[in-house]
């Protein structure tokens, strides 16, 4: 069964957390800050906790929970109340096991998400993207999205920026290599239109996730180059997407995915912790920003 990517289950499991990898260039160098650990008490557990997303209020967080071998993906919900974040339960659009569920993402509006399943799939084998709008306080049903955004392989991490551009990983055919970056735009007219991101960010090797800013510049790619999965940092100049570097994390285990601050300036990952099995941790990306996020509750 393919997850990250088409991307085996095996794989990731191998690659599992020490040591920091610095990013080179200047101004949009990767930074050099150990990244912290940031998971609130009410969602930090034995499990893998990974892939969060913040409405844009900062009332609600979906994320990926798993299981510490970092398989048995399903989704969680939990809210902001008086007393801190509510105890996480699954959202009422998830579907229970069998099914497997990942990679919420709200839209920037917050009238939606998207997020990947297997219900589909009578094997739960194969991810696509689905998209679930809000409901008064709640939700609606979720929509499969059509060709050509999905595929015969795994879409993963559905990310959108600020005009309404979705981005993800997909190991479908025609591709550069293993898997590569997609975004996907749609019409007036309701169709959809995907492109290849191309080199330098679609190699011969693994690409399978990138989160992106809400303008659109900036991008944070998950990609294995031969060992484990590791977050790579790029900026969009007038000749194209250029790689700044290695965001801090450990080298010994994969990190996966990847949310962006509004502003950009900041980074939430996961990465194994060892009893803790995979937590959240906190990075810089602009040295000494002064961004209030995550929210606090």
């Not at 969680?76 to 998830?94: D, I, Q, V």
């Not at 094997?123 to 939700?139: L, P």
């Not at 879409?155 to 990983?169: C, K, M, Q």
């Not at 679609?202 to 590791?230: F, I, K, M, P, W």
């Amino acid at each position: 069964m393919a997850r990250h990517g088409g991307f085996s289950r095996q794989a990731l499991r191998w690659c599992v957390s020490a040591a920091v990898a610095l990013g080179t260039a200047a101004a949009c160098a990767a930074p050099a800050d150990r990244p912290a650990h940031w998971t609130p008490d009410a969602v930090s557990t034995s499990d893998y906790e990974s892939s969060p997303s913040f409405s844009p209020d900062g009332q609600r967080l979906l994320y990926l929970s798993a299981d510490p071998a970092f398989s048995r993906w399903r989704l969680l919900e939990t809210r902001c109340t008086p007393g801190g974040w509510s105890t996480p339960a699954p959202p009422a659009f998830a579907m229970a096991a069998p099914v497997m569920e990942a990679d919420p993402a709200f839209t920037p509006d917050g009238a939606g998400a998207y997020f990947i399943s297997t219900r589909h799939d009578p094997k739960h084998e194969d991810f696509d993207i689905y998209f679930v709008a809000r409901d008064g306080d709640g939700w609606g049903t979720p929509e499969r999205l059509p060709r050509p955004v999905n595929s015969d392989a795994s879409e993963l991490l559905p990310r959108v920026d600020g005009a309404g551009r979705l981005y993800f990983g997909s190991s479908r055919a025609g591709g550069q290599g293993q898997g590569d970056l997609y975004v996907a735009e749609r019409a007036p007219s309701g169709d959809w239109t995907v492109r290849n991101l191309g080199p330098p960010v679609s190699t011969a090797a693994n690409e399978y996730e990138a989160e992106v800013s809400q303008d659109g510049r900036t991008l944070v790619v998950v990609a294995d180059r031969g060992d484990r999965s590791h977050l790579y940092l790029y900026r969009l100049e007038a000749a194209g997407w250029r790689e700044t570097g290695r965001i801090a994390a450990r080298d010994d285990v994969f990190q996966v995915g990847p949310l962006l601050s509004p502003r950009g300036e900041r980074l939430l990952f996961a990465q194994a912790d060892d009893a803790r099995s995979g937590e959240w941790f906190l990075v810089d990306l602009v040295p000494g920003s002064t961004e209030a996020w995550p929210p606090a509750c």
